[in-house]
């Protein structure tokens, strides 16, 4: 069964340096989307994505977030300046609408601690 | 604003004691409700999706049902491997993004 890759698994980073959390959809899919887990809390939405541009963002998602898809089939997601607040898990999704279960499949995630 | 609310928080079963998930949701026309399975630092994996009220759906152990106001998960029978965090999430916005609610904490002890 097709699969969204996220990498790497887990990233440290000091506060204040810039990460890259980078995901491959599926091939097909068109829609990709970004959420983010707290430790013990909610799954978030942060920004989904269709056509090469933001679709839609959350407030979470701030001046210091980006995304990006550079070459067709990597999906990136980029913190510029990274805060204690920003460690959570981060999952990428991408979507089919005419998938069997509206299309959503979940990465497996990368788990970003900010030290 | 579309809201989703799951109980309980956590819940402990003896194995092959069958119990019930409820997720209450609030949302303007729904376009789909899901199930999900999360282990611990791992991602959410699909179960289910339900797009009209009465609509039932099985797998295994488990069992989801749909009204208009909330969804259960039945799990009936079940064994220490289906311990995990059982996420609901609604269909939400123009662009189809999921809503959670907070997930029950499902132990199951033999």
Known sequence: EPEVTQTPSHQVTQMGQEVILRCVPISNHLYFYWYRQILGQKVEFLVSFYNNEISEKSEIFDDQFSVERPDGSNFTLKIRSTKLEDSAMYFCASRDPAGHNYGYTFGSGTRLTVV | ?110
Do not use: M
Not at chain 2, 35 to 53: C, N, V
Not at chain 2, 84 to 106: D, E, M, Q
């Open chain 2, 1 to 110: 604003e579309d809201q989703v609310t799951q109980s309980p928080e956590a819940l402990r079963l003896q194995e092959g004691e069958s119990s019930s998930l409820n997720c209450s949701y609030t949302v303007s026309g729904l376009r789909g409700l899901f199930w999900y399975r999360q282990d611990p630092g791992k991602g959410p994996e699909f179960l289910f999706t339900l797009y009209s009220a009465g609509e039932e759906k099985e797998k295994e152990r488990l069992k989801a049902t749909l009204t208009k106001k909330e969804s259960f998960l039945h799990i009936t029978a079940p064994k220490p491997e289906d311990s995990a965090t059982y996420l609901c999430a609604v269909v939400s916005g123009g662009y189809n993004k999921l809503i959670f609610g907070a997930g029950t904490r499902l132990a199951v002890h033999p």
